[in-house]
């Protein structure tokens, strides 16, 4: 028999869940140091995983980082501030790793999301033509260089000298905020030219991410919606936003 007050179901839930630290401060606030906007916590500087100190260069970012903070409860949830986190690869990550991050979001340019486009059904070819022709067209306004397209997923190779515009255009960013904020933009849209793109303005955020989910909605369209899928989307959409945030800023 089942004792009272005990349910096996919540216990188990209860035991893997992940130990979240206990929130241990009041106040959030920022202040202007030599790193930049500085999150403070109860007045003493908040730090990142590797110990540096967490500050970001744009001030706006900062407040986005801050009120992550302030909006914990009880528990602090990373899974709840994917500006923090950004803020965090920045400072222990990319810092330090700045040449194989600038690799990392110029090899999506080799298979870019873009590029690839559906020979059918006709409706889908006309929403990819639609959301991805001018962001090819300025990509390639902007580098001088022609974008090579396919049907189908079979690999086209790009022309070298594309390659080489889009390595001289990633290796000319030198803040690691906004290097990490495109690769961030790379990874969840396939395309190393929406993240450029962005990062130019050339594009808002809103139609970037329309763009990079032109297939995805087209099947939402046709076959319905999972809730488990939708939650993994939404998570993904604040990753981005946070990364649009950091691009809009540097601009």
Same mark, same amino acid.
């Given at each position: 028999?089942?004792?009272?007050?005990?349910?096996?179901?919540? =216990?188990?839930?209860?035991?893997?869940?992940?130990?979240?630290?206990? %929130?241990?401060?009041?106040?959030?606030? &920022? /202040?202007?140091?030599?790193?930049?906007?500085?999150?403070?916590?109860?007045? %003493?500087?908040?730090?990142?995983?590797?110990?540096?100190?967490?500050?970001?260069?744009?001030?706006?970012?900062?407040?986005?980082?801050?009120?992550?903070?302030?909006?914990?409860?009880?528990?602090?949830?990373?899974?709840?501030?994917?500006? =923090?986190?950004?803020?965090?690869?920045?400072?222990?990550?990319?810092?330090?790793?700045?040449?194989?991050?600038?690799?990392?979001?110029?090899?999506?340019?080799?298979?870019?999301?873009?590029?690839?486009?559906?020979?059918? !059904?006709?409706?889908?070819?006309?929403?990819?033509?639609? $959301?991805?022709?001018?962001?090819?067209?300025?990509?390639?306004?902007?580098?001088?260089?022609?974008?090579?397209?396919?049907?189908?997923?079979? $690999?086209?190779?790009?022309? !070298?000298?594309?390659?080489?515009?889009?390595?001289?255009?990633?290796?000319?960013?030198?803040? !690691?905020?906004?290097? +990490?904020?495109?690769?961030?933009?790379?990874?969840?849209?396939?395309? /190393?030219?929406?993240? &450029? /793109?962005?990062?130019?303005?050339?594009?808002?955020?809103?139609?970037?991410?329309?763009?990079?989910?032109?297939?995805?909605?087209?099947?939402? %369209?046709?076959?319905?919606?999972? +809730?488990?899928?939708?939650?993994?989307?939404?998570?993904?959409?604040?990753?981005?936003?946070?990364?649009?945030?950091?691009?809009?800023?540097?601009?």
């Amino acid at each position: 028999m089942q004792a009272e007050g005990r349910d096996p179901i919540e =216990t188990a839930r209860r035991l893997s869940a992940p130990d979240l630290p206990k %929130r241990f401060y009041s106040e959030v606030s &920022l /202040a202007e140091t030599a790193g930049g906007w500085a999150i403070r916590l109860d007045g %003493r500087g908040a730090r990142t995983p590797a110990r540096n100190e967490l500050a970001c260069p744009d001030r706006r970012f900062a407040e986005a980082v801050a009120a992550e903070w302030a909006a914990q409860s009880e528990r602090i949830d990373p899974g709840s501030m994917p500006a =923090t986190r950004l803020a965090n690869t920045a400072l222990d990550g990319v810092a330090r790793e700045i040449e194989a991050v600038r690799d990392g979001i110029a090899a999506f340019a080799e298979s870019d999301l873009l590029c690839y486009r559906a020979d059918a !059904p006709e409706g889908l070819v006309a929403e990819q033509r639609a $959301h991805w022709d001018p962001l090819v067209a300025a990509t390639e306004a902007r580098l001088g260089r022609r974008v090579m397209l396919a049907e189908g997923i079979m $690999h086209v190779p790009q022309l !070298p000298e594309l390659l080489a515009a889009v390595r001289a255009e990633i290796g000319a960013v030198e803040d !690691p905020f906004r290097l +990490a904020a495109l690769h961030v933009v790379a990874s969840l849209t396939g395309s /190393a030219f929406i993240a &450029l /793109a962005l990062g130019h303005g050339a594009v808002a955020p809103d139609a970037a991410w329309a763009a990079a989910h032109v297939d995805e909605d087209w099947n939402i %369209r046709h076959w319905g919606e999972d +809730a488990e899928a939708t939650a993994r989307r939404d998570r993904r959409r604040a990753e981005f936003d946070a990364a649009a945030l950091v691009l809009a800023g540097g601009r």
